[in-house]
């Protein structure tokens, strides 16, 4: 289970919270939706799911907190005919907005992240495009990195399900387990 590798997050813990989820049917929280809730709503939640077992909950909020966060703003997918191949050639264009909680850092504060955006078909899962963005320092509070995918419309269009038209973008944070995320992108 990812969960298990961040600080502070051990078996007996993770049981604890499995436990607390089932006796009180909520809901699992993923390192996603914890690391996405304000900091003291994440404390709060950990606190009332592990009765108040202080020295770890701060562990897994340091853990949690030094991954930074992202999101997809602004996207849009053009369609061009390439002059040389007469191909129709797709653009996916988005903004990715990186917010960095500069109260805590990663070990090795000097070894580099990417976010990987891996962009494929929605049917078969052809990959169509790929490409990695470098996380800036840790330290600023937030960023925003401008991604721009070329893909084959036509392989696109084809395997975009019964309607045509969808793909698929996966983000991943290499080297971070449990924050990775998807979105399905209508091509029209």
């Known amino acids: 289970d990812p969960i298990l590798s961040y600080q502070g ?3 007996e813990n993770w049981n604890r919270i499995l436990n607390h989820c089932k006796s009180s049917r909520k809901v699992i929280p993923s390192i996603w939706a914890l690391r996405r809730l ?5 404390r709060g939640l950990l606190r009332s799911m592990l009765k108040n077992r ?21 996207w849009a997918i053009t369609q061009q005919i390439e002059k040389i191949t007469s191909k129709s050639v797709g653009i996916l264009e988005l903004n990715l907005k990186i917010e960095h909680d500069s109260q805590y850092s990663r070990k090795k504060e000097n070894a580099p992240m ?7 078909t929605f049917q078969q899962g052809i990959l169509l ?7 800036g320092k840790i330290g600023k509070s937030s960023a925003t990195k401008k991604v ?5 419309w036509s392989v696109a269009n084809a395997s975009g399900g019964i309607d045509g038209g969808r793909i698929v973008l996966h983000l991943l944070i ?3 387990r449990g924050m990775d995320s998807s979105m399905m ?3 029209r």
């Not at 304000?38 to 994440?42: D, H, I, L, W």
């Not at 790929?130 to 996380?135: E, L, Q, R």
């Not at 721009?148 to 084959?152: E, V």
Request: charged share 20%.
């Open 114 to 120: 990417t976010i990987s955006c891996v962009l494929g």
């Open 174 to 176: 290499e080297d971070v």
């Open 185 to 187: 992108l209508s091509l």
């Open 38 to 42: 304000p900091k003291e709503n994440a």
């Open 148 to 152: 721009q995918l070329k893909f084959d």
């Open 54 to 74: 202080k020295s770890d909950i701060d562990r897994m909020i340091q853990s949690i907190f030094c991954v930074p966060l992202y999101s997809v703003e602004n």
């Open 9 to 11: 997050f051990t078996k």
């Open 129 to 135: 495009a790929y490409t990695t963005v470098a996380i």
